[in-house]
């Protein structure tokens, strides 16, 4: 059960900042991540990058089987 939620989570992390990254490209942009530019360009960039990566990280750890 844990498993689905983590998997869940990432997969929203990994959607949302693609989404993000694409919107910061055509100048749109999610209300509720405007926090993300406020901190600068680069910085905003690098969030966006950092929640993609750890949205695929997220997703794929908790894909692997472990042996019980």
Same mark, same amino acid.
């Given at each position: 059960m844990a498993k689905n939620i983590f998997r869940f989570i990432? #997969?929203?992390?990994? +959607?949302?900042?693609?989404?993000? #990254?694409?919107?910061?490209?055509?100048? +749109?942009? #999610?209300t509720f991540l405007t926090w993300v530019d406020s901190f600068g360009g680069l910085t905003g960039l690098i969030i966006r990058i950092c929640m993609i990566c750890l949205g695929l990280l997220i997703s794929y750890a908790t894909s692997i089987k472990t042996e019980e």
């Open positions: 990432g #997969f929203f992390l990994f +959607i949302f900042g693609m989404l993000s #990254f694409v919107f910061l490209l055509t100048g +749109i942009n #999610f």
